[in-house]
T-cell receptor
């Protein structure tokens, strides 16, 4: 079965410090991977998505970057965190279009709550 | 991409049926309608998906009229544990473009 791992669960970082959040998927190949951010009490904002290794699309210009060094690994980074980077970060995947699935949709990780102080 | 409109919040009592409607007037031919449930500090969880007419699973039912310009998520006999935010997503699951979540509907179930 497919699983998605995201860590750490919580993180408190000072302003100006770097960030690295990691997401890995197991049990599937060539997944489409996504990073979302959710501010307190708000909806989900799409940050990045990737359809393959080193193929990253950015949806919102910001202080963050993403990389996909391996097929099932997706990393969210920042060189210098801002207070506005605080939020709940979620990684998600969907199976590639050729999969034999009756239902289509995202599977989300458990999320990382980032507080920038 | 089809834009969706949902009520911001709804209140209900335990044991009642709850219907949450989502409007998606510019839905495209290949778009599916998918509903997610999110509890605080957790990622959204897939509830149900449909293309047309009615879909039912062990958790909910999804009603889609013939014109597909709206859809209704029906939760039978809600309990306190159904208190969550519910999102309606509309789009084609090719993976070439990510879908955008709206603000969702915050359902509060009272005892």
């Amino acid at each position: 079965s497919q699983t998605i791992h995201q860590w750490p669960a919580t993180l408190v970082q000072p302003v100006g410090s770097p960030l690295s959040l990691e997401c890995t998927v197991e049990g599937t190949s060539n997944p489409n991977l996504y990073w979302y951010r959710q501010a307190a009490g708000r909806g989900l904002q799409l940050l990045f998505y990737s359809i393959g290794i080193d193929q990253i699309s950015s949806e919102v210009p910001q202080n963050l970057s993403a990389s996909r060094p391996q097929d099932r690994q997706f990393i969210l980074s920042s060189k210098k965190l801002l207070l506005s980077d605080s939020g709940f970060y979620l990684c998600a995947w969907i199976a590639p279009p050729s999969s034999d699935r009756a239902d289509y949709g995202y599977t989300f990780g458990s999320g990382t709550r980032l507080t920038v102080v | 991409l089809a834009k969706t409109t949902q009520p911001i919040s709804m209140d209900s009592y335990e044991g009642q049926e709850v219907n949450i409607t989502c409007s998606h007037n510019n839905i495209a031919t290949n778009d599916y309608i998918t509903w997610y449930q999110q509890f605080p500090s957790q990622g959204p969880r897939f509830i149900i998906q449909g293309y047309k007419t009615k879909v039912t699973n062990e958790v909910a039912s999804l009603f889609i009229p013939a014109d597909r310009k709206s859809s209704t998520l029906s939760l039978p006999r809600v309990s306190l544990s159904d208190t969550a935010v519910y999102y309606c997503l509309v789009g084609e699951w090719t993976g070439r473009r990510a879908l955008t979540f709206g603000s969702g509907t915050r359902l509060q179930v009272q005892p």
